[in-house]
C-alpha cells in the first residue's frame, strides 16, 4: 500500500458465537475474532496492510448480537459484495451482518458513545442453553434484582469490579442503565454504559444473582461502590450468558433507546 492509493474505510456490523473464540482482541497465540477477520478480508482484498478496529474488547466466550467495526483498505468495492465475500470466507461463527461505506474520520471505538450488553439467565434448565446462558437453580428475587441493578446505575468508581490490569487507568464508568426482566423462562439483564471495564458486566450480573438469591442484600450494593472489594470477583458470572448488545454512535438514537428500555424486552434479532 502506497500513500499515493486512495483507502476505503467500510463500517461493519458482525455477530459471533464467541464459545471458541479468545474475544476479540488479536493474540499471537489464540484464536480471536479480530484475528479471524482479519484473515478473512485479507482473502477478500488480497492485501496484508489492512486496518480492522473494533468498538470495544469482548471476553473470552462472550458472544455478540450487533458488534461494530471498521475496515480500511486500499481495494474499494461496493459494501454489499464486501459483505458477501466476506461472509463466503468467514468461519460458520462469525457473520457480517452489515457493511457501510464510512468517512475516512469514522473509528469504531473512538467515536462510540456507548455500549449495551445483555445477560441471558435461564430459570430451568435447558438442553440447548448452555452455549449461551447460564442457570441459576434457585428461586431469584427479581424485584430486589431490579432494585439493586437500579443502585449499580449513574457515574461510580467500579474498582470493586475491575482486574488488576485495570487499576493503572481510570475505574470511574457513567452506567446509563441497569434492566432485570422476564421473557418466559429466562432471566434477563440489560446494562447499558458508556464503556466497560474487564470482566465488570459479568461481575454486576453475579452480584445481581446474589442479591436475587438473598446471599447479598440490596442495601451491600453502595458498599461496593466506594473501593476496593473481593465480593465482585468472587461472583463472576460465566462468560457463555453474555452478548454484545449494540454500539452506539448518535445521542439521539442512544436517548431513544434509554427511553424504551424499560418497555421493550430482549431482542436476539
Not at 459494501?79 to 464510512?102: C, F, G, H
Not at 470493586?160 to 426482566?181: C, D, I, M, N, P
Not at 447499558?192 to 442479591?211: K, Q
Request: glycine share 8%; hydrophobic share 40%; proline share 3%.
Amino acid at each position: 500500500m502506497t500513500k499515493k492509493e486512495t483507502l476505503h474505510r467500510y463500517k461493519l456490523t458482525l455477530e459471533y458465537d464467541g464459545t471458541n473464540f479468545s474475544g476479540w482482541q488479536k493474540q499471537a497465540d489464540a484464536r480471536t475474532v479480530q484475528g479471524d477477520l482479519l484473515k478473512g478480508a485479507a482473502r477478500v482484498f488480497g492485501e496484508t496492510a489492512l486496518d480492522l478496529q473494533g468498538c470495544g474488547r469482548t471476553d473470552a466466550g462472550v458472544h455478540a448480537l450487533e458488534y461494530a467495526a471498521h475496515l480500511e483498505v486500499a481495494s474499494g468495492m461496493p459494501p454489499r459484495d464486501v459483505a458477501r465475500l466476506l461472509n463466503e470466507t468467514l468461519p460458520k461463527d462469525i457473520a457480517v451482518r452489515s457493511v457501510e461505506a464510512a468517512d475516512s474520520r469514522f473509528h469504531a471505538r473512538l467515536n462510540c458513545i456507548a455500549r449495551s450488553y445483555l445477560y441471558q439467565i435461564r430459570t430451568r434448565k435447558s438442553a440447548f442453553g448452555k452455549r449461551y446462558d447460564w442457570w441459576v437453580h434457585e428461586e431469584l428475587d427479581i424485584p430486589a434484582m431490579q432494585r439493586a441493578g437500579a443502585m449499580l446505575a449513574g457515574m461510580h468508581d467500579f474498582v470493586a469490579f475491575a482486574e488488576k490490569q485495570e487499576l493503572k487507568k481510570s475505574t470511574r464508568v457513567l452506567v446509563h442503565a441497569v434492566g432485570v426482566f422476564m421473557d418466559k423462562d429466562v432471566l434477563w439483564v440489560r446494562v447499558i454504559g458508556s464503556h466497560f471495564l474487564w470482566r465488570m458486566v459479568r461481575r454486576m450480573v453475579g452480584v445481581l444473582v446474589e442479591v436475587g438469591c438473598h446471599r447479598l442484600r440490596e442495601e451491600d450494593i453502595p458498599g461496593l461502590l466506594q473501593g476496593p472489594s473481593a465480593i465482585p470477583s468472587n461472583h463472576t458470572a460465566p462468560a457463555s450468558g453474555l452478548f454484545f448488545e449494540k454500539a452506539f454512535y448518535d445521542e439521539s438514537e442512544l436517548a431513544g433507546f434509554l427511553q424504551e428500555e424499560e418497555k421493550k424486552g430482549p431482542s436476539l434479532r
